[in-house]
């Protein structure tokens, strides 16, 4: 046929195209072919599913330390081996190490897949080491309701660090936070002024001064801005983000994560010392138990567990070593109390200095401290009472524990003869008058070898 060709094959298009088709057969012709094609893209198109992008999902709503530092590695080692096109950090955290918060920044900065920090729900913040980290994202958003900032260093009891350690802290969290802003595109002097002035900042001012990419109502509204949003990543190379219809893949902490959360809680840690080396003093002074022990030695390894990756004072573990000493000397030295009183202010005061943190969360809580300050002191009291008790009681071994006891003469003390007391023949000397043969005798002392005795009336009850 006359400008035109016949396939005698079959033709996709033909299925897509009435077009095409003939009384004759499948003839295509040249002059229609662009117009077929076109028609079978708008079908495809049209049937075709809206192509989604993967999210992944993680929410960090603890304080900053290796456990939280190994959850969020682990979640961004994972959106890049499932090739995701985004990773949403939902963010509430009241600040943590310094050391591990470095460390967070820069997983985020060198993760290959872009990272948003948001701040939600309404009522979180991203306080202190969270500011670094939500300046460290490639897009930075908050919720309404929510603040950040009040990253200033400070002691571990939250007192002001001395001037010399101050200022070389401070100037380096203020360069690394100046640097984070300033490779995302923020303002590093707000950014700076967090650490210097320790601001804090409303979703709405951080908004106008440029530390956050906007403000978004919850995670759908944030996915919503985000399709088609331009990031520039750490690097300097500019992307953006093609969500589609996205697909929310979310990561929970491990097991072990939780576990290990769990372990670098001050209080945790604490209290697993203490009733760690409770049980081992109860095996130590009952042996054969087994259980107290193997509790005791549990916890204590627990609780070297969370000191290694918490931050230790060690004045705080000197006194507490001090207020042990104190209640030990207690139980052997008579003092009426005093060494007690001095042991339980030891104790508090080196149980609140033990770990160093720079926050109120990452510190041994008052209300822990006092309940296991006085469960201490009773504890020395009642053995301090077992003590004093057992030295009223009368001997009941050796020669001091003849005294009292009532035997009979064997033949008569005139003063000196013998007597029998608990089935064993003793030389004896009569304190007062002759007794006779076959008497109840009474021990009053031990003289070496003698015994001395008094004759008793035969009402008067006692064990030969």
Request: proline share 5%.
């Amino acid at each position: 046929m006359v400008g035109g060709e016949v396939i005698s094959g079959f033709s996709f298009e033909l299925l897509l195209c009435p077009l095409c088709l003939t009384s004759e057969g499948p003839i295509i012709f040249s002059m229609r072919r662009p117009i077929c094609l076109l028609v079978a893209l708008m079908l495809l198109f049209a049937v075709a599913p809206a192509w989604a992008g993967e999210v992944v999902r993680l929410r960090v709503e603890d304080t900053i330390q290796p456990a939280s530092q190994q959850f969020i590695e682990r979640a961004l080692r994972d959106a890049a081996d499932r090739g995701a096109s985004l990773v949403v950090m939902e963010l509430d955290t009241p600040g943590g190490l310094v050391d591990t918060t470095r460390d967070i920044t820069t997983a985020i900065a060198t993760s290959p897949v872009p990272v948003v920090v948001f701040v939600t729900p309404p009522g979180a913040r991203a306080a202190s080491a969270g500011f670094f980290i939500l300046i460290s994202a490639d897009v930075a958003v908050m919720a309404p309701g929510t603040n950040t900032g009040a990253a200033h260093p400070v002691g571990g009891q939250g007192e002001n660090l001395p001037e010399d350690v101050r200022d070389k802290i401070t100037n380096d969290a203020a360069a690394m936070v100046r640097s984070l802003a300033e490779h995302r595109g923020r303002n590093p002097e707000v950014a700076e002024r967090t650490v210097l002035e320790s601001i804090s900042l409303t979703a709405e001012e951080a908004l106008e001064e440029g530390l956050i990419d906007f403000i978004a109502v919850s995670v759908d509204d944030l996915l919503e801005r985000l399709d088609g949003f331009e990031v520039t990543r750490f690097d300097g190379t500019v992307e953006t983000i093609e969500l589609g219809s996205p697909q929310l893949v979310d990561i929970e902490p491990t097991f072990t994560e939780r576990l290990f959360s769990v372990l670098a809680n001050p209080n945790i840690a604490y209290l697993l010392m203490a009733l760690g080396a409770l049980g081992l003093y109860v095996e130590i002074t009952h042996p054969g138990g087994i259980l107290p022990g193997v509790v005791g030695v549990v916890f204590l390894l627990l609780g070297l567990y969370s000191v290694s990756v918490l931050p230790v004072s060690w004045a705080g573990v000197a006194l507490i070593f001090v207020a042990l000493m104190l209640f030990i000397l207690e139980v052997k030295v008579t003092s009426y109390g005093l060494l007690t009183v001095g042991g339980v202010i030891t104790f508090v005061l080196g149980s609140l200095m033990l770990f160093d943190g720079p926050i109120p969360a990452m510190r041994v809580s008052l209300g822990v401290v006092l309940p296991t300050a006085v469960v201490a002191a009773t504890l020395t009291g009642f053995l301090l009472s077992r003590v004093l008790w057992a030295h009223r009681q009368k001997p009941m071994t050796g020669r001091e524990g003849l005294i009292g006891d009532v035997g009979r003469a064997i033949g008569e003390l005139a003063p000196e003869g013998k007597v029998a007391v608990h089935g064993e023949y003793w030389n004896a000397r009569s304190v007062g008058s002759a007794i006779a043969d076959g008497d109840r005798v009474r021990v009053v002392a031990v003289k070496n070898s003698w015994i001395e005795v008094a004759s008793v009336g035969d009402h008067e009850e006692g064990s030969e």
